[in-house]
C-alpha cells in the first residue's frame, strides 16, 4: 500500500506563493509517477501537475504552466508542488496522487490518494 499525506496549504494573497508537499510511505513510491490534482467547490476534480519516476519528464495543466513547479526528492520520499503568482481562480483543494507505472497517462487515474489540502487565495 502506498500512503500519501500532504502539507503546506492555507490562505495567500493574489501574487503569492505556496509550496506543498507529499510525503509517500512504501517503496512503491520510487517506481511510480506522482501527481497533483485540484477540485474547486461545485467543479471537477483535474489534474495539476505530474512527474515521472525519475523526475526528467513533467507535465503540466495550461493555466498553470511557468507558475507552478512539480518535483520529487527521492531521499525523502516526497514530491512538492511549488505554486508561485497565485491566482484566486487556484482556491481548491490540493490532492497528491501516486499512478500504477513510472510515467504519467493522461488515460490512466492515479492509483492512490492523499486526503487533500485547502489552498485558499484572496484577490
Known amino acids: 500500500q502506498v500512503e500519501l499525506v500532504e502539507s503546506g496549504g492555507g490562505l495567500v494573497q493574489a501574487g503569492g506563493s505556496l509550496r506543498l508537499s507529499c510525503a509517500a510511505s512504501?517503496?512503491?513510491?520510487?517506481?511510480?509517477?506522482m501527481g497533483w490534482f485540484r477540485q474547486a467547490p461545485g467543479k471537477e476534480r483535474e489534474f495539476v501537475a505530474a512527474?515521472?519516476?525519475?523526475?526528467?519528464?513533467?507535465n503540466y495543466r495550461d493555466s498553470v504552466k511557468g507558475r507552478f513547479t512539480i518535483s520529487r526528492d527521492y531521499g525523502k520520499n516526497t514530491q512538492y508542488l511549488q505554486m508561485n503568482s497565485l491566482k484566486p481562480e487556484d482556491t481548491a483543494v490540493y490532492y497528491c496522487?501516486?499512478?500504477?507505472?513510472?510515467?504519467?497517462?493522461?488515460?490512466?487515474?492515479?492509483?492512490?490518494w492523499g486526503q487533500g489540502t485547502q489552498v485558499t487565495v484572496s484577490s
Open positions: 496522487a501516486a499512478f500504477a507505472g513510472p510515467t504519467y497517462s493522461p488515460y490512466s487515474g492515479p492509483s492512490y
Open positions: 512504501g517503496r512503491a513510491f520510487r517506481n511510480r509517477a
Open positions: 512527474i515521472g519516476w525519475s523526475g526528467g519528464i513533467t
